[in-house]
């Protein structure tokens, strides 16, 4: 792995962005290790940090940075969708679009799927599924809500991005407009699931501003930073909404699930401090050995994200196993452990990326730049849409409702939609399998 790193850092193009690569890999490590240290687990039950000591929430305003993430996508995304119409200009280039940005993502997501799912199943038939295992087969899925919302930005890139080229920053002043819509519904004339439509108004407005970055637009970081700060101060301080960014296990409201506008304004300011670092970031990331770091973390990003959790809860449950004291959360001895579990739990996510990290790389019969013949690609493009819809349902699903009690029908509901975890497996199994098809007939045509 050593020298194919060494020669694609030395390949990089002189004008990539690579500060962008840098936030990528900054923002997902971040994530991480956050979820490391909220997590905390006792005799009686798996329980977060930030619950224990609520003064803590506070470091969710600097620690809660999945806004850079989709950020980030949306720069991405622009770049290379431009990149495919560039080159076929005559026909459509969705699903090949499609295929290109989410193999990377899907691939691993659903080997992910499958041997959890496999591993839920034969748990439970051993009757073992009670208990902490219980509570670790539902929490393990948790972190797919983020492919979920992923998914639907790669879907709306193509309409959206057509939006910001004839609009610019009003297309995302309208999206703005419709969080802030919402919330109003939503808090003043409680207007019953209207609050489910923020997944789309606040995610996919920082998404869009990937697009202006893209093209130059954001020209007064500061501002950005400033303006989104206060306006996230005075929502928390005068408002409904609580301090964490984070879900918080118990509350009424929370700023993530689903999103708030509160949480939309915490997004335009880690937007705008991330910019207000750009040069230095920049800077940074031009030295060799970051670069080759920086490389090396993209390449495996997605995997070490989907197990991290499956590692954390490992190192809980071998302790636990072994009878080694686990203290009071929050106490001395608890922060004197940390250090030991997070090496543990990254040790353990690394043997878990050897693992599988094979099915993050490109397949090499499918490159990304597809063509879309003027007739034949028009035919693939609904059926990719069909199979990322399917996809996105399919994950939030299983997000939500776990891998615990499958032979039971355990269920949750999706917005208004009750879904279990047998459904859910088979609905993103099948939406995987009509994007690449979609992506394979454009190939051929």
């Keep these: 792995m050593g020298s194919s790193v060494r020669e694609l850092a030395a390949a990089t193009p002189g004008d990539r962005d690579r500060y962008i690569d840098l936030l990528r890999v900054a923002s997902l490590g971040t994530v991480v290790l956050g979820h490391w240290l909220m997590a905390v687990v006792t005799d009686d039950g798996v329980g977060n940090l930030l619950a224990v000591v609520p003064e803590l929430q506070l470091l969710t305003w600097a620690l809660q940075i999945m806004p850079v993430f989709f950020f980030v996508g949306g720069f991405s995304h ?115 699931f209207v609050e489910f439509l923020n997944f789309a108004f606040v995610w996919l407005a920082v998404h869009q ?74 800077r940074f990331a031009e030295r060799a050995r970051v670069w080759r770091g920086v490389v090396a973390a993209n390449g495996i990003a997605m995997t070490a994200f989907l197990w991290h959790l499956t590692a954390m809860l490992g190192v809980y449950g071998a302790f636990l196993a072994l009878g080694v004291a686990l203290p009071e959360p929050a106490s001395g001895a608890w922060w004197a452990q940390v250090p030991v579990r997070l090496v543990l739990a990254a040790g353990l996510t690394a043997v878990l990326v050897a693992a599988f990290r094979t099915f993050e790389r490109p397949a090499a019969s499918a490159p990304a730049t597809a063509p879309a013949a003027s007739t034949g690609g028009r035919s693939g493009g609904p059926v990719a849409a069909l199979g ?7 994950v939030l699903g299983l997000s939500m409702v776990g891998f615990g009690g499958m032979l039971e029908g355990r269920s949750a509901v999706l917005i208004a939609v009750r879904v279990t975890a047998p459904a859910a497996v088979a609905t993103a199994l099948a939406g995987w399998f009509l994007v690449e098809r979609a992506g394979r007939r454009n190939r051929s045509r």
């Design 388 to 394: 990322i819809t399917l996809c996105l349902f399919g």
């Design 78 to 192: 622009a770049l290379s969708y431009r990149s495919l119409r560039r080159r076929h200009p005559e026909g459509s280039v969705y699903s090949a679009f499609l295929r290109a940005r989410l193999q990377r993502l899907l691939r691993p997501t659903m080997v992910f799927i499958l041997v959890w799912g496999a591993a839920a199943l034969v748990v439970q038939l051993l009757g073992g599924d009670g208990g902490l295992t219980g509570v670790a087969l539902r929490l393990v899925a948790q972190p797919l809500w983020f492919i979920g919302i992923y998914l639907s930005m790669v879907a709306f890139t193509p309409p959206l991005l057509k939006l910001h080229e004839r609009y610019g920053w009003a297309a995302f002043a309208a999206l703005v407009a419709g969080a802030v819509a919402v919330d109003v519904a939503r808090f003043a004339f409680g207007v019953p």
């Design 209 to 282: 501003l990937g697009f202006l970055r893209a093209d130059g637009l954001i020209r007064v970081p500061a501002a950005l930073a400033a303006g989104g700060l206060a306006a996230a101060v005075t929502l928390v301080v005068y408002g409904p909404y609580p301090l964490s960014m984070v879900g918080m296990p118990g509350e009424k409201v929370s700023n993530m699930a689903p999103p708030t506008l509160a949480l939309l304004c915490h997004g335009l300011w880690l937007v705008g401090a991330v910019e207000l670092l750009r040069g230095p970031g920049t």
